[in-house]
């Protein structure tokens, strides 16, 4: 039996497929202007027996396809607990928002918030950013890293910092030092947000931006521990949907119906 | 719920404006009320109208802001907007709109809509633990009482109020009669049915009207109830609403709420439970009322132990299965009391508990749907 959780997110889409609890297939794509069609061409790539869609578009794909829906926090909550059974607390950046997840010993949820009215701190933000200072993205969280200033960025409002970097850099001000400043500002944020709801170990941080290593740097010397990265952060989601998919009974929307 | 109440619920609505408006040719006095510490008895005993004035939907809330703040709760924006603009009717009927000095943004807003009517302020203590708040309020009451009576022309005697008393009483009853349905489980009354019917009835300006309509849906749903109707299942998650009044216009949350599966069987708040606490009727009738409606339950009160007291009970007889705290954007003192809330929540009734901040405006509904599912499988598990 084999099962799929497809994560619909506001920039990208991933679809894991697991059988007998093992990944054996996952895959990521733009979710772009026709979200709908990027879903199909995703699923097109295998073959699976049931599915079950979490993220933001879950809605649509639950009246396209008749799947079963679940919310992010509880996808992350799964995927999480399954990669890293000593999981109890879980941080994730994405492409727009900004979760905390708190979880029981058991892995049930807890406790959760997020920070979703505002691209402030998210991935949106850091590309915004990294591109005003010429870096890939790859490059920005390395260079970051390395530097040895830390210029303090006031403005967390993406279009506001963006500017003030722009300045900063006309004052010529070295760009890996405005790079560190950037960061420092989203780690103030990202632990505030986890403050409110937990920092109890481990502490999973999952979503595209995990991929970024200054933020990983900061967040461990931030919280004295070291939090754990999944080998790939931007499918946790997906990976607890086909998860949870796994469990339910009485679900075989096969992958006939999508064609 | 049957279509025919409905219809007669609007119809009956309809006719209240006519209502109105014949008896303000008739000479009859119109005052306009926004908030629970205002008490109503006052105009009923003068022979006055007291009316519910609108400040529920988000379509004033532009306008307002060409003179309020934008970063300003939405209900004082759109009270505020419905009267600048002249769009509520009940407003334009007023001769007379009472104020009082409860949050900061609504004592503040109540001076800039005195270019529209005349305001009378009530001014509010902040606390209900001293003896000095209670006297200092039952003088303001009385200072109200003084008003009225000015503008009517009717002096205002204790019996007419002893009167008064008796008829807001047994519409509260009936209204605690007809929230208490959703006890039931399953609830064979929606959340929404149940605001719509409270909200409608709420602007009438027959009392007798309002409490035998409600009297006639009791029976209604009791009926149903008995033949096993209900909208919702045995395991239906069974939710309270607490924090801020919600009405029509503003009832997205709890649309959200149904939609995703759970029933909203109880509202704390001022236009749910905390609207039905009795006056006592043996008492002098000016001190009763003045004791009645200082004990309202609002965050503007510090402290405020009446909240928890009145959630301990309600949690424990609408058999609860979690809490939501609503929080209009901008509300200071709900969004501060929210973390004790929160605590008490967790701490007496190991409830899962979800705090949600919004406005009136559809901007947020993805981000709201998300936190309410994902809250409604917390309690689910």
């Known amino acids: 039996m084999r099962a799929a959780g497809i994560d619909i997110g506001s920039r990208t889409i991933k679809l894991v497929v697991v059988e007998n609890g093992q990944m054996i297939h996952s895959a990521i794509t733009d979710t772009t202007h026709d979200p709908l069609e990027q879903c199909r061409r995703l699923m097109d790539q295998v073959y699976f027996d049931k599915i079950l869609a979490t993220g933001y578009g879950r809605h649509f794909f639950e009246t396209h396809f008749e799947a079963p829906t679940v919310t992010e926090i509880k996808a992350f909550a799964r995927g999480a607990k399954a990669l890293f059974p000593s999981c109890r607390t879980i941080l994730d950046i994405g492409g727009q928002d900004t979760k905390a997840i708190a979880l029981d010993d058991k892995g049930n949820v807890s406790k959760f918030e997020m920070n979703d009215r505002c691209a402030a701190g998210t991935g949106m933000f850091l590309e915004v950013i990294a591109k005003t200072l010429g870096y890939d993205l790859d490059e920005f969280g390395k260079e970051a890293l390395k530097a040895e200033g830390n210029i303090q960025i006031n403005s967390m409002c993406t279009v506001f910092a963006q500017s003030e970097v722009t300045s900063l850099l006309a004052r010529r001000q070295k760009r890996e030092d405005i790079a560190r400043g950037i960061h420092m500002a989203i780690l103030n944020r990202t632990l505030s947000l986890l403050k409110r709801v937990s920092t109890t170990p481990d502490i999973v941080f999952a979503g595209g931006v995990a991929k970024n290593s200054c933020l990983k740097s900061l967040l461990n010397d931030a919280l004295g521990q070291d939090v754990k990265i999944p080998e790939n952060p931007q499918i946790v989601g997906a990976f607890g949907a086909a998860m949870i998919a796994q469990e339910l009974q009485n679900i075989s929307n096969s992958k006939r119906k999508f064609a | ?381």
């Open chain 2, 1 to 381: 719920m049957d279509f025919a109440i409905f219809n007669r619920l609007q119809q009956l609505s309809e006719q209240n404006l006519l209502d109105i408006a014949q008896a303000k040719r008739e000479g009859r006095k119109v005052i306009g009320f926004y908030c629970l510490y205002s008490p109503i008895e006052i105009a009923v005993a003068a022979g006055a109208i007291p009316v519910s004035l609108c400040g529920t939907r988000n379509d004033p809330i532009e306008a307002a802001e060409k003179v309020l703040p934008r970063n300003l709760c939405p209900l004082i924006k759109s009270s505020y907007g419905y009267a600048a603009t002249d769009t509520c009717p009940y407003f334009r009927f007023s001769d007379l709109v009472v104020g009082e000095t409860t949050c900061d943004g609504k004592k503040k807003m109540f001076e800039l809509l005195a270019e529209f009517r005349p305001i009378h302020t009530l001014q509010l203590p902040q606390t209900q633990e001293s003896d000095g708040a209670l006297s200092f309020w039952y003088h303001e009451i009385k200072k109200f009482k003084e008003r009225v009576e000015k503008e009517t022309g009717v002096m205002i005697t204790d019996e007419r109020l002893s009167d008064a008393i008796q008829l807001t009483n047994q519409e509260r009853k009936a209204k605690r009669a007809l929230m208490d349905m959703a006890k039931r489980k399953p609830s064979p009354i929606s959340g929404i049915e149940l605001l719509t019917i409270m909200f409608k009835i709420g602007f009438f300006m027959n009392k007798r009207s309002g409490i035998a309509l409600m009297n006639e849906v009791v029976d209604e749903i009791q009926k149903r109830a008995d033949q096993g109707e209900s909208p919702f299942h045995q395991k239906t998650p069974r939710i309270l609403l607490t924090g801020v009044p919600v009405g029509l216009g503003s009832e997205k949350v709890v649309r959200l709420i149904e939609k995703a599966g759970a029933s909203v069987v109880c509202f704390e708040n001022c236009s749910g439970y905390r609207s039905v606490f009795m006056i006592d009727e043996k008492k002098e009738p000016l001190r009763a009322i003045a004791e009645k409606y200082l004990a309202t339950p609002c965050s503007v009160m510090s402290p405020n132990p009446g909240r928890i007291e009145l959630l301990t009970e309600l949690i424990k007889e609408f058999s609860v299965d979690g809490v939501v705290d609503l929080t209009w954007q901008a509300c200071h003192t709900y969004n501060i009391e929210s973390f004790n809330i929160e605590k008490f929540v967790i701490n007496q009734f190991g409830l899962p508990f979800l705090h949600l901040e919004t406005d009136y405006s559809e901007s947020d509904t993805e981000q709201l749907r998300v936190r309410i599912e994902a809250f409604l499988e917390m309690v689910k598990e």
